[in-house]
Structure formats: C-alpha cells, structure tokens
C-alpha cells in the first residue's frame, strides 16, 4: 500500500533550507542543470525581499514518510491583483519527483491557498512574478539554462498537464548566432537615425548609478504598462536587482537611448555568468570568489534579458537600434552567440526585431493556469 503524501508548510530557517537544498535532490544527475547560490535564494524567502511590500508567498514541502518528494510556493501578487483585476494565485518553485500524485497534491495545496485568499484561478510558475524567472521549459532540455532563465526536467510538462493545468502563455528565448549584422537592420538603423537626428545611446555609468537606475525604472514602467502580466518595478526591486547585477555589468552592453537629454528607451545584456556558476555547487566563498573571476574571461554567450521603450516613442525602430548597437559591442568584445528572452508570443513588435537580426527561437518556456473550484 503505497505511503499517504503528506504536504506541510517549510517552517522557520531549516524548513526554507530544505526547501532550497531539495533541488540537489532533483538535478544532482543532471549535467545541465545550475545550482542556485544557497545565499541568494534565503535572501529571496525572507522578509526583507522587496516581494514582500506588495506580495504574500508560503512555501510548501511534500512529504512520503521520511522522504520529501516535492516543493512548491503559493504566491499571491496584490500588485498584479489590483491592476489587473484578475484574482489569480500563483505557483512557483516547483520541484517535484516524477510522481503525478505528489505534484496534485502540491497544486491542490495552492489552489487551497488562493481559494482563502478569494482567488479563482491558479497559474504559474512564476519565481515569484513576471519580473523574476517565469515559465516551465517545454522544449530545448538539451541546451543548458542561461543567467536567470528557468530550467527542468522534461517530465514536469506532463505533470503540470495531469494536474488540469493548459496553457495560458508561451514565452520564447531566441539564439542569435551570426557575426554579420543583417543588411536589412543596418538599413532600418539608417533610416531611425535620419527621423531622429537627436537620439543618443550611450552606455550606462557605472559611477551614477542610482541615477542611472532610476532613468531606467522610469522607461521600464512606462514601457511595459499595457503588457500582459504587467507589474511596476517597486524603488526596492530595482535597487535590489542594481544589487544582484551590478557586479555582473559589462559597461557598454548596458546602453540608455536618448533624445534631447531624456531616456526614452534602454537595453540590458550580460555575459552567461551561469557558465561560472555551475561550477560553485550553490556556494561562493573565497575558492568560489577565484574560480568566478577566473571562468568569466572566458564567457562567449550573452544574455539580452531587459529592453524598454518608452510608450510614446514605440514602432519607431529605436528598439532595433538598440539591437544592433549591442550586436556590434558584443562582437567587439569577443562574444559569440546571445540569447535574448523571455519575449511574450505575441509581442509581434519585438519578435519581429530579433528575427531581423537573424535570431532562431530555440527554447519555449510555458505559463499555464487552471481554474480553482
């Protein structure tokens, strides 16, 4: 007779280590997969994570006898419940043995939660909103994750599908592997410039930072104010993500557009720094410390993971402006191949940029949703 699965809250210090280490327990097999820094991820869970000023989150483990079989976070995200008006808990977190009974009952968990919490509908994962890791890879596990993007095993899909979950959205991660800049953006480049003779780009500086940050906050707000899923970057979340990648900026990959000294539109891209992470095993320390800046000379791949345009200054070409410019710098710099993601499926606008500049989807990551009885 097989065991009851039992699914308990992840209480106080040890019960969120746990939480954290049970990934080991998933991946440790797994040549692709990257271990999160233990440090960051108990920063992520505490109180003092800028989540928490608008948002709930409660972690779950799920547990055969002795054994934990699975995890998952219910997440209640009031920002996105106010704007959106839709009363929808999120999951995130998840892990799970291949197990179709365990991951039910870490689901049943969350709808419980949200169903207290007045929600009708269950969706996810999110780690733990749409400014964070987002989405379940459906397809490309034979490629490694990159610098902040999800990664899980195959067997997931179908025990998300088994729990009734479908479908709500498909996010894409594009793979730009040429070294010429396609004819046809240079000419689109050419044209933005002669109908915008006074737009600048420039990198961003590091020794203004704060300022920098807020230029960028402010063009991120107002770009992405109409876009599904759409929740404002708080102050604290933008100085909390200057914090995260900072250290990690390569000056001239980050570049602010502007016209007549006001930031109408920004792109971000930094080197895959998860190639260096894979080799820390989840911890830093001084050994880590070497090793990190040892391995990142030697980083090839690039991620684009933020773009912004400034809603008035949209379908004019400045975003393909910014591509370009950071296809030349990358190259400059000895970079290879980038990455760019996550971009909505039907953000026709940007997708259409990226494939002008040659980019292949090669990595769909799914958001699905279910209703909560």
């Excluded at 704007?83 to 998840?94: I, K, N, T, Y």
């Excluded at 733990?128 to 034979?142: I, K, R, V």
């Excluded at 995260?244 to 502007?258: G, S, T």
């Excluded at 880590?288 to 008035?312: C, Q």
Aim: aromatic fraction near 12%; proline fraction near 5%.
């Amino acid at each position: 007779m097989a065991q009851e699965i039992n699914v308990e809250k992840a209480a106080e210090k040890q019960g969120v280590k746990e939480f954290i280490q049970f990934t080991w327990k998933i991946y440790q097999k797994d040549p692709l997969w990257v271990p999160p820094l233990i440090k960051e991820q108990m920063f992520m869970f505490s109180p003092r994570y800028p989540f928490f000023e608008h948002g709930e989150l409660e972690l779950f483990l799920a547990r055969r006898g002795d054994e934990t079989v699975g995890r998952v976070a219910a997440i209640l995200d009031n920002s996105y419940v106010n704007l959106s008006d839709d009363q929808a808990v999120f999951f995130g977190f998840f892990e799970v043995i291949n197990d179709a009974n365990v991951a039910h009952a870490l689901l049943d968990q969350v709808r419980s939660w949200g169903k207290a919490r007045g929600m009708k509908t269950v969706r996810g994962p999110f780690n733990p909103s749409t400014n964070d890791e987002c989405g379940l890879l459906t397809d490309g596990f034979d490629k490694a994750p990159v610098l902040m993007m999800p990664y899980n095993p195959p067997y997931y899909v179908d025990l998300i599908t088994a729990c009734g979950l479908k479908k709500c959205k498909d996010l894409y991660a594009y793979l730009i592997e040429t070294d010429v800049p396609p004819e046809k953006l240079e000419a689109l480049a050419r044209r933005v410039q002669k109908k915008l003779p006074d737009l600048v780009i420039r990198p961003v500086r590091l020794k203004k930072m704060n300022e920098e940050l807020q230029i960028i906050r402010e063009i991120y707000n107002d770009a992405w104010r109409d876009n599904w899923g759409f929740v404002p970057l708080t102050e604290s979340e933008i100085d909390f993500l200057a914090s995260r990648l900072k250290p990690l900026v390569v000056e001239d990959l980050v570049l602010i557009a502007e016209i007549d000294g006001e930031g109408v539109a920004f792109i971000a891209s930094f080197p895959d720094y998860n190639q260096v992470l894979k080799r820390l095993n989840g911890k830093i320390g001084l050994t880590g410390a070497f090793k990190f800046l040892y391995y990142s000379r030697k980083i090839k791949d690039l991620r684009t993971m933020l773009l912004g345009v400034k809603y008035g200054y949209q379908k004019r070409g400045i975003e393909g402006l910014l591509y370009l410019e950071t296809f030349k710098r990358g190259l400059k710099r000895g970079f290879e191949r980038s990455e760019m993601s996550w971009i909505l499926e039907d953000n026709t606008l940007m997708r259409r940029g990226i494939e002008m500049l040659g980019g292949k989807i090669y990595k769909t990551y799914r958001l699905y949703e279910g209703p909560i009885p």
